[in-house]
């Protein structure tokens, strides 16, 4: 009995009210990321009712050939390709690269491979050689270690002497194929606009139909490029390079410091120093380049704590450069620290996270404690009808989509947490295998690994949080009196496929 009254009191006294304050929290931290959401989506309606494409802001024409100076008239050109064992791709990207339309003597081909298996840079050097006997000017460059990964490759291409004759460089990654006219799209609003310093193409995605996981992988890619890519460009000029499909002016890289190796996310890195000089970015929609999603669970994986610990990562250690800068208006600077980081690099994790997976479960043993049907139903739809609009062909697979992204979301607040924190995988770089999807039939013939028993598969984070929501979503079902279960049991079924490893391809 007094065991009872102890717990009682315990309960009104302290986890009540520590609870409220949890999702007190938690619905600022609601508003706050609705608000972002609905700004983003609403430039990007005011861009499409108006029309307000790149080439109506910035000057934009197509490059013309000079009876006089012939060939002369188009600028250098360095193509940069990236790879680490790249054994499916590789002839793809090379291909796509050499496949541009621009004067062969304006233009150079630059394989950064840092492979290190013998055969797979054999095949490279053989790749390179045929298209350099084809009159591609196409150099294969390597190191003799992986110090700073791709930023170190990169970095470490530029200073060759024959780049320095280069004005623009454009990096595709290696299972990237840039569309022939790529450079004769783009080129022109760095040439006719010296204040731009970076044109980004979207993706296009060549095995998004893969599988159910890179079908959700292409909702999120989208409603990136479609309204945080698009409304950053439109509104300030500004947004985070994707590392790829991107071409920069030399001038503004080689001001701002050139490549980085501090953090995992060297593009990002560099799009914020550049930024911060003054530069301005254009995004291009009607510019796709095709690439791969990981169709694996576990490079997907791997892919999105990179992605989450990166950006944490560099915003601690960037945070008082960008306030201390004098180059760039306070709103602008304001708009980096809050709305490029804070709101959707690091809150919007632990928010989804928190909130959707541990706070609204939980409330289940405090039915003493509102929540608010606004953050629970009303937020939240908005936000998720915001990512469908952006691939309409996938909207039957919301519901999905929104299960898998709070699974997705315990990935990235981990890799969030060692970002902010500095933990011990913070500068983890693991290559997203890619298998060749982009072909029905495989240029090269893969090496696949032996499949792994059901218990090799399973994820134990993944199971944990689970049973946790399932035992949740049995007890409302028992003594509650709302319909809360409906949801929870979808959730802790998608944290359990997860865990046992049931998603996207073997």
Known sequence: METMMWWREMRSLLLVP??????????VISLLVFVESLYMNIVVIYVKLFKRKP??????????????????????????????????????S???????????????VQVLDDSTDPTIMDMVNIECGKWARKGINIKCERRDNRNGYKAGALKQGVRHSYVKQCTYIAIFDADFQPEPDYLQCTIPFLIHNPELALVQARWKFV???????????????????????????????????????????????????????????????????VGLHGWKFVFVNDVAVKSELPSQF??????????????????????????????????????????????????????????YCLILPTSVFFPEVNIPTWSTVYFPLMITLFNAIATPRSFYLVVFW?????????????GTFIGLLEGGRVNEWVVTEKLGDALETKLLPQIRKPRNGV??????????????????????????????????????????????????TN
């Open 18 to 27: 520590m609870f409220k304050c949890l999702v007190a929290i938690c619905l």
């Open 207 to 273: 095995n998004a139909k893969k599988c159910l996981m890179t079908r959700m992988q292409e909702m999120s890619l989208n409603y990136h490029f479609t309204a945080e890519q698009e409304s950053g460009s439109t509104r300030h000029a500004f947004f985070g390079f994707n590392g790829t499909a991107g071409v920069w002016r030399m001038a503004a890289m080689e001001e701002a410091g050139g490549w980085k190796d501090r953090t995992t996310v060297e593009d990002m890195d560099l799009a914020v120093r």
């Open 55 to 92: 080439e109506k802001i910035y000057k934009w024409e197509a490059m013309q050939e000079d009876m006089e100076l012939g060939d002369q008239n188009y600028p250098m050109v360095l193509v940069q390709i990236p790879m680490y064992n790249e054994r499916e791709v590789f002839q793809l």
């Open 402 to 414: 929104v299960l898998f992204e709070n699974v997705m979301a315990m990935h990235r607040t981990k």
């Open 298 to 355: 576990k490079a997907f994986r791997f892919q999105q704590h990179r992605w989450s610990c990166g950006p944490a990562n560099l915003f601690r250690k960037m945070t008082m450069e960008i306030i201390s800068n004098k180059r760039v208006t306070i709103w602008k600077k304001l708009y980096v620290i809050y709305s490029f980081f804070f709101v959707r690099k690091i809150i919007v994790h632990f928010f989804t996270f928190f909130f």
């Open 94 to 108: 090379i291909g796509a690269a050499c496949g541009l339309i621009w004067p062969l003597d304006r233009l150079i």
């Open 455 to 504: 218990l090799d598969r399973i994820n134990s984070k993944e199971m944990m949080v689970g049973i946790y929501i399932l035992c949740c979503a049995s007890y409302n079902l028992v003594f509650g009196k709302t319909l809360l279960y409906i949801y929870l049991y979808m959730q802790a079924l998608a944290f359990i496929i997860s865990g046992f490893g049931f998603v996207g």
